[in-house]
């Protein structure tokens, strides 16, 4: 009977060590499995922040290109509103702008009296303008004004 009994513990510890080994191959399996998971999502969290550093180099790159355009066509602009009329009777300008609190004022070039107040802050417009704004911008004529400002306001 001590054999039999000797013989169903041993059975019974071996069979215990059985499920233990096969329960610790499953966990550090898993957890290996696991690891090489986290490896693959990290790999690709960082394949997709450099596309998107690089989108992002590429927005900024055509919104400069934008700038650029839209600064080009403001010189453009500029050089039309500055030609003087065929007439002789404008050869002086007639309104200038300045500003005036940080806000573009249109002011009659004869008189230096405020001719009128805009919303427009000096802040917003492209550097090369608020240089011209301390200085005073000419304009030739009243349609010439609103031209402009029409092409800044918002």
Known sequence: MKRTRSICLLFILAAILIVVCFWFGFLFGKESQYQKDMVAITEANLEIAALT?????LSKTVEEQKAELKLSQDKIALQENHTLPASSEHAQPQF?????????????AATDELYFETDILVSE????????????LEFYDLE???????????
């Open 53 to 57: 550093q690089q989108s992002s180099q």
């Open 96 to 108: 200038y702008l300045k500003e005036a609190q940080e806000y573009v004022c249109v002011f009659v």
């Open 125 to 136: 417009l492209p550097f090369e303008l608020q240089e011209d704004m301390q200085i005073g």
């Open 144 to 154: 010439s004004v609103y031209t402009f400002l029409e092409n800044y306001s918002s």
